[in-house]
């Protein structure tokens, strides 16, 4: 199938490593032009080696914390220099510490919030400007599957990911009449470094597989076919949603 999107750029927070890293994979193997970043220049070297030999497009490579502002502001405009404006923007960021409500303090909450909304406000604000004058964008969220059934030990995670899906929600509805889709990707155990370090610390990772219909983890690429389609031309009329790519753990209906 052709996705429609080859010689589109996309922008992916936190893609030296995990599932940001995969999802720039395949969106560069489509032939987009993607714009990568992560804190350790090491990992963000790697990681563009890695690109560089599958990709289609081009590709910029810049070290950036997604919580910091000013690394923010440089990246997006190194970005836009580059390509002169983004089509597709991937929010994604770590995750915040595991533990139970009071084993965090207010600084654990504000650095939660720092990482997981408003680094997506951030990028999300840089962007905006770009696709509405081409009438054209996709925004596409990475949060996890703890915003739609809350994960065991993990309160941080389960509060402040479910505030970037109400800011999905009302952006689908807000920036539908400019050609502009947004949505959220729930990734549910996925293997990454993050999962494996949970597996080793909090007793009730060790056992999760019991708790997934395909009774296994999955694979970063896995999840990131799911992005790229919805980045994808043929997902143009799909918007406001939040799509779970679990193996089947979450238990709602809807």
Same mark, same amino acid.
């Given at each position: 199938m052709d996705l429609g999107i080859t010689g589109k750029t996309a922008l992916i927070g936190a893609s030296s490593d995990g599932l940001g890293k995969a999802v720039a994979k395949m969106l %560069?193997?489509? =032939?987009? &032009?993607?714009v990568i970043c992560g804190r350790t220049q090491a990992t963000l070297e790697e990681a563009e080696a890695e690109i560089r030999a599958v990709t289609r497009g081009e590709i910029l490579a810049q070290t950036c914390d997604v919580t910091s502002e000013d690394d923010r502001k440089a990246l997006l405009s190194a970005a836009l220099a580059k390509f002169g404006a983004i089509d597709i923007l991937v929010t994604n960021s770590g995750g915040p510490p595991a533990g139970k409500f009071e084993d965090h303090d207010a600084a654990a909450w504000q650095a939660a919030f720092d @990482?997981? @909304?408003?680094?997506? *406000? =951030? @990028? /999300? &604000? =840089? *962007? @905006? !400007?770009g696709m509405k004058k081409k009438g054209w964008g996709r925004i596409i969220a990475i949060t996890s599957q703890a915003v739609k059934q809350p994960v065991e030990n993990l309160v941080l995670s389960n509060s402040v990911r479910a505030s970037v899906v109400g800011l999905v929600r009302t952006l689908a509805n807000e920036l539908g009449e400019y050609g502009v889709t947004v949505n959220n990707v729930m990734p549910g155990f996925t293997r990454t470094k993050r999962l494996e370090k949970l597996m080793e610390t909090t007793p009730a990772f060790r056992t999760i597989t019991n708790e997934i219909p395909l009774g296994r /983890? =999955? +694979? !970063?690429? +896995?999840? %990131? %076919?799911m992005v790229t389609f919805l980045a994808s031309q043929q997902a143009s009329y799909i918007t406001g949603v939040s799509v779970p790519v679990d193996g089947g753990w979450i238990k709602a209906l809807l």
């Open positions: %560069a193997s489509e =032939g987009v &032009n993607v @990482l997981l @909304l408003q680094s997506a *406000v =951030g @990028l /999300i &604000n =840089g *962007v @905006l !400007p /983890i =999955g +694979e !970063p690429d +896995e999840f %990131a %076919a």
